[in-house]
């Protein structure tokens, strides 16, 4: 179980814009944010990217870099990148179910007769330091219910104008 202060595992995944995030490359001047979604599938993420996507420049300016994973195929993850109004946000696709387990995310298998893959991640959102310490992490075993995002970006500023330590590091 990946736990506060930890070292998050490295990713090397493709985007839908024919390039790749490498997470140990990233130099955010603040945190890297991860929101692991469900994939196409799903509406509930879709509506989170989107609402992500239009606020994205509320991150980064910010001094945060912000990428949106899933266990999609790259075939389902273009359709989101083309029908999906996240705006600039990265999509990284191709999250293998091993590597959506050392995050700790929770794993579902398709319900019969839905429009679900074979086997998908379902939500987490991660804040890391730019050495890669987790400092804020979010899973969820259902779709329901994700971190608001004028909740999560006014916690952020208290964090960083208050250097607010990393919590959670006793579990």
């Not at 202060?5 to 390039?19: K, M, Q, S």
């Not at 890297?32 to 990217?49: A, N």
């Amino acid at each position: 179980m990946l736990k506060p202060g930890d070292t998050a595992p490295d990713l090397d995944l493709p985007l839908t814009i024919d390039a790749r995030i490498k997470l140990s490359d990233q130099t955010p001047d603040n945190f890297t944010m991860l929101v692991f979604y469900r994939g196409k599938h799903c509406p509930i993420c879709r509506k989170q990217l989107e609402e992500i996507g239009n606020r994205l420049d509320d991150f980064t300016s910010r001094g945060i870099n912000v990428f949106a994973i899933s266990m999609d195929s790259p075939e389902r993850a273009a359709v989101s990148h083309e029908e999906w109004d996240t705006h600039d946000l990265p999509l990284a696709h191709s999250l293998s179910e091993e590597q959506a387990r050392e995050w700790g995310l929770y794993i579902s298998q398709k319900r019969e007769g839905s429009q679900e893959p074979e086997v998908f991640s379902e939500p987490g959102m991660f804040l890391l330091y730019p050495d890669r310490k987790l400092y804020f992490a979010v899973t969820q075993n259902a779709p329901f219910t994700r971190p608001p995002i004028n909740d999560l970006l006014s916690g952020i500023d208290f964090i960083t104008k208050n250097d607010y330590p990393t919590r959670g590091t006793l579990t």
